[in-house]
């Protein structure tokens, strides 16, 4: 057990719109989740998965429920899940997880970004041999003794677990596990009463890139206009 740092903060990027953000992203989620597997919860993880982020962020129930409605419906939007990746300034690999309604748009935007930016956008493979996909979910720690925790979890998927905060400084256990063992992890804390805060798949990375102050802010500038697009839900970078 040990500290673990979140390659994905959140409080580097100030936006305003953040909340909207968020719900827009969770609800499309949402769409692509019921279409995927239906919206009965019990037998769709992925769908569970985006119920507990949208209590994390503080999502309305009508708004959930809506978006489940909407999946459901003949001419509902479908959403495709693309991966964007590249550098940004300084060597900083990115990785650009978008979902769209028109991928054409989406390359365009996602490409001036990086030319705006200072980067460079790359093909498929380029930089995310950098990255692996994990499963990541966090906990409150409040009456939890985290040794115990740790041994009860390792056999069902638990690869890393450690203490970091989250945007507000406040503490929180990180749980990661292969992408693969994403559902027994999460079953495992459903069967030991344990809601996440959140449970998401994020790409961590494998090396990461030394930057000065000033170089992360460099990086950190591209990266708050690509979150800022409509149609990209995360950005992962290997800042050291």
Same mark, same amino acid.
């Given at each position: 057990?040990? #500290?673990?740092?979140?390659?994905?903060?959140?409080?580097?990027?100030? #936006?305003?719109? #953040?909340?909207?953000?968020? $719900?827009?992203?969770?609800?499309?989620?949402?769409?692509?989740?019921?279409?995927?597997?239906?919206?009965?919860?019990? !037998?769709?993880?992925?769908?569970?998965?985006?119920?507990?982020?949208?209590?994390?962020?503080?999502?309305?129930?009508?708004?959930?429920?809506?978006?489940?409605?909407?999946?459901?419906?003949?001419?509902? !939007?479908?959403?495709?899940?693309?991966?964007?990746?590249?550098?940004?300034?300084?060597?900083?690999?990115? +990785?650009?997880?978008?979902? !769209?309604?028109?991928?054409?748009?989406?390359?365009?935007?996602?490409?001036?970004?990086?030319?705006?930016?200072?980067?460079?956008?790359?093909?498929?493979?380029?930089?995310?041999?950098?990255?692996?996909?994990?499963?990541?979910?966090?906990?409150?720690?409040?009456?939890?003794?985290?040794?115990? +925790?740790?041994?009860? +979890?390792?056999?069902?998927?638990?690869?890393?677990?450690?203490?970091?905060?989250?945007?507000?400084?406040?503490?929180?256990?990180?749980?990661?596990?292969?992408? !693969?063992? $994403?559902?027994?992890?999460?079953?495992?804390?459903?069967?030991?009463?344990?809601?996440?805060?959140?449970?998401?798949?994020?790409?961590?990375?494998?090396?990461?890139?030394?930057?000065?102050?000033?170089?992360?802010?460099?990086?950190?500038?591209?990266?708050?206009?690509?979150?800022?697009?409509?149609?990209?839900?995360?950005? $992962?970078?290997?800042?050291?």
């Amino acid at each position: 057990m040990g #500290r673990i740092f979140e390659v994905r903060k959140a409080t580097m990027f100030a #936006r305003w719109d #953040r909340m909207a953000k968020q $719900f827009t992203r969770i609800g499309k989620e949402i769409v692509i989740a019921v279409k995927a597997s239906g919206p009965d919860v019990a !037998t769709n993880p992925a769908l569970r998965r985006c119920f507990q982020n949208a209590k994390s962020v503080g999502m309305p129930k009508d708004r959930v429920e809506a978006a489940i409605k909407r999946a459901m419906g003949k001419d509902t !939007t479908s959403y495709e899940e693309i991966m964007y990746e590249g550098y940004a300034p300084h060597g900083v690999a990115l +990785l650009v997880d978008a979902a !769209t309604d028109n991928h054409v748009r989406t390359v365009a935007n996602v490409k001036s970004h990086f030319n705006k930016g200072g980067g460079a956008m790359g093909n498929s493979g380029s930089v995310s041999f950098q990255f692996k996909k994990m499963g990541v979910f966090k906990l409150k720690p409040e009456g939890l003794d985290i040794e115990e +925790l740790e041994l009860e +979890l390792i056999d069902f998927g638990l690869d890393e677990l450690g203490e970091s905060v989250d945007d507000n400084n406040n503490p929180i256990i990180v749980l990661r596990s292969a992408f !693969t063992d $994403f559902g027994r992890l999460q079953k495992a804390l459903e069967d030991k009463n344990l809601t996440p805060i959140s449970a998401e798949l994020e790409w961590i990375p494998t090396t990461t890139v030394p930057v000065t102050d000033e170089q992360a802010e460099d990086v950190s500038k591209l990266i708050e206009r690509l979150e800022q697009d409509e149609d990209v839900n995360k950005v $992962f970078h290997n800042m050291a």
